[in-house]
C-alpha cells in the first residue's frame, strides 16, 4: 500500500499529537512525592497511561541506523571499537541441546549492583565521536535528507510496524537500516527551534538516552507491576534521559533469595554456549561467566518529531560474513500448558520486541529450559513478526500502542523540561497503582547525572577527542 506523505500532512500529524497530548495531561492537585526526591519542587500535570488512550495508527518511525559501536571489558573500561563483538555458534540440531545453565556457578563474576554507570558510557562514546553530531557546511546531511518521506518512497506494513522504504533496494526482513543510507561519519542533524545551529558545540539531538529506558516506555500501556523513575536533564538543547532504581527495585534485588540470584545467571550462561570469540573457535563453556563486559551498539532513529541517540547492548552477531546482522539471546522456561503460552505471548514477548525492534535487532533465539536450568530446544523469532504471536489473544497488545505513549511521552518531556542547565534534574515517576506519569524538579547532587568532565567537553567550541581507552 502506497501512501504520498507531503507536507501539509506532516503539519496536520504535529497538530494531532499537540492535541493529543493536551487531552493526556491532566492537572494535580495532590501530586504524589518520590521518596526520593522529598525537597523537590512539585509541578501540576502529568500524563495518562491507559491503553486505549493511545490507540490508533502508529506514528512515524524511521528505521534505527547505527552510527557506531563501543566496547565495555571485564574492569568496566571502555573501548571506542568493537574488540567485545561475540559470534553466533549455533549448534548442530537446534532441536536436540543440553545445556547445563547452573554449570559454573561458583565462579560468576559479577559487577557491583550497587554502582550505576548512569549514562556515563554513553557520553564517552559521544564525546569520542563527536565529529559523527557535526553539519555539513550546507546544513544538512545525506541522512537529514533521507529522513523525511517523499513521494517516490512506500510505507510498506511488517509485523504492524511501518517502516521507510525505498521502492527498489528494500530488504524486508532485515529488521535493520538497509534501506536508508547512513553516512558513518556523520549524525543526521535536526532541525530545532531552540538549537542555534552555527554553533560547534551542538549536538543537534533531541534525546540521549540507553536503549532499556525506551523499551520500559514502550511496555508501560501493558505494565501492571513494576514502576520506573526516569531522570531527565536539559543540557545545549539536548535532553538526557537516565532511569533512577525506585525504592521498590532496590528492595527486591537486595532481599533476592539463592534461587532467584542462580537463575539470574543462567541467561549468561546460555550466552556462553551459544557464541565464539572469533567466530571460528568453537564455545569456550569452562571458562568462568561474567556480566561485567559487553558490546554496545550506537544507533540514531526518529520518532514523529523526536530525533534520538540511544545505545544498547548486543548478545551477538550472525557471522563473520554478517556482522552488521545482530542476534538477541534469551531463555525463557518451556511451556507445558496452553495458559502458561498465553501469558508467556502477553508479558514477555512485548519486552522481547521492544527491545529487539528499537535497535533494529532482526532475530531473537530463544533457549527454553525447564525448572531445573537445562536448555533442551533453541527456536528462533524474527523480531518484526513478534507481534502477530498474539494477534487475536485476550488483552493482547498492540505495538502501536507501545509506539504512541512513547512518542507522546517524549513531547510531555519536552513540555515540562523549560531549564536547560545539567544541575536541574526532572524526575519523571510512573507506578501500576495510579497509572499516570508525575514529576518533580529537584538539583539535589545525589540526582545529577551528567559528569562534568562531560559538560566541559561539550562547551568546549573544539574538544579533544578520547582516545580508544578510558
Known amino acids: 500500500m502506497k501512501r504520498q506523505f507531503e507536507g501539509s500532512q506532516h503539519e496536520e500529524q504535529a497538530k494531532h499529537q499537540k492535541k493529543s497530548l493536551e487531552q493526556r495531561t491532566v492537572p494535580q492537585t495532590n501530586q504524589h512525592v518520590s521518596k526520593s526526591a522529598m525537597a523537590a519542587h512539585v509541578k501540576t500535570l502529568s500524563l495518562q497511561t491507559h491503553p486505549y488512550l493511545y490507540d490508533r495508527r502508529n506514528p512515524f518511525f524511521r528505521k534505527p541506523a547505527e552510527i557506531g559501536s563501543f566496547s565495555i571489558d571485564i574492569n568496566r573500561t571502555f573501548y571506542n571499537d568493537a574488540r567485545q563483538l561475540a559470534y553466533y555458534f549455533p549448534p548442530k540440531d537446534c ?10 556457578y561458583d565462579t560468576f563474576i559479577k559487577k557491583l549492583e550497587d554502582h550505576r554507570d548512569r549514562l556515563d558510557l554513553i557520553l564517552k562514546w559521544v564525546q569520542a565521536n563527536r565529529r559523527k553530531f557535526k553539519l555539513n557546511t ?55 527551534s531552540c538549537i542555534n545551529q552555527n554553533e560547534d558545540n551542538n549536538l543537534h539531538t533531541d534525546f540521549i538516552t540507553w536503549r532499556g529506558h525506551l523499551t520500559k516506555l514502550l511496555c508501560t500501556p501493558y505494565e501492571n507491576r513494576d514502576g520506573w523513575i526516569m531522570a531527565v536533564s536539559l ?39 551459544v557464541t565464539s570469540v572469533d567466530g571460528k573457535q568453537e564455545p569456550n563453556t569452562e571458562g568462568a561467566v561474567n556480566n561485567c563486559d559487553g558490546y554496545c551498539s550506537v544507533v540514531r532513529t526518529r520518532l514523529n518529531s523526536h530525533s534520538l ?26 511451556m507445558d500448558t496452553d495458559r502458561q503460552y498465553r501469558n508467556f505471548k502477553r508479558f514477555k514477548l512485548i519486552k522481547w520486541w521492544a527491545q529487539s525492534f528499537l535497535v533494529g535487532v532482526p532475530e531473537i533465539i530463544c533457549g527454553f529450559r525447564d525448572d531445573d536450568g537445562r536448555v533442551l530446544r533453541l527456536e528462533r523469532f524474527e523480531t518484526l513478526r513478534v507481534p502477530d504471536l498474539q494477534k487475536g489473544e485476550r488483552n493482547s497488545w498492540n505495538p502501536n500502542v ?27 515517576e510512573w507506578n501500576a497503582t495510579s497509572r499516570q506519569v508525575t514529576y518533580t524538579i529537584t538539583e539535589e547532587p545525589e540526582h545529577v547525572f551528567l559528569r562534568d568532565w562531560y559538560i566541559d567537553s561539550i562547551r568546549n567550541e573544539n574538544p579533544t577527542q578520547l582516545s580508544a581507552t578510558t
Request: net charge negative; charged share 30%; hydrophobic share 20%.
Open 138 to 192: 550546507g546544513g544538512s546531511t545525506q541522512n537529514e535528507r533521507n529522513s523525511k518521506p517523499s513521494s517516490g518512497q512506500e510505507v510498506k506494513h511488517v509485523g504492524e510496524q511501518k517502516y521507510l522504504q525505498r521502492d527498489q533496494g528494500s530488504n524486508e526482513k532485515s529488521g535493520r537500516c538497509d534501506e536508508t543510507k547512513t553516512d558513518q561519519n556523520k549524525v543526521e542533524p535536526e532541525a530545532k
Open 95 to 104: 532441536n536436540r541441546v543440553n545445556f547445563d545453565l547452573g554449570h559454573g
Open 402 to 428: 507501545s509506539l504512541n505513549f512513547c512518542d507522546e511521552f517524549l513531547s510531555f518531556v519536552k513540555k515540562v523540561v523549560d531549564q536547560d542547565d545539567p544541575k536541574v534534574v526532572y524526575l519523571f
Open 309 to 334: 541517540v540511544f545505545s544498547g547492548e548486543v548478545d551477538c552477531c550472525q557471522s563473520l560474513q554478517n556482522k552488521s546482522h545482530y542476534i538477541e539471546l534469551k531463555t525463557s522456561r518451556e
Open 235 to 273: 543540557f545545549n538543547g539536548t535532553y538526557y534521559m537516565s532511569e533512577v532504581e525506585t525504592e521498590e527495585a532496590k528492595e527486591q534485588r537486595l532481599n533476592m533469595t539463592d534461587r532467584q540470584k542462580e537463575m539470574t545467571y543462567w541467561g549468561h550462561k546460555f550466552e556462553q554456549y
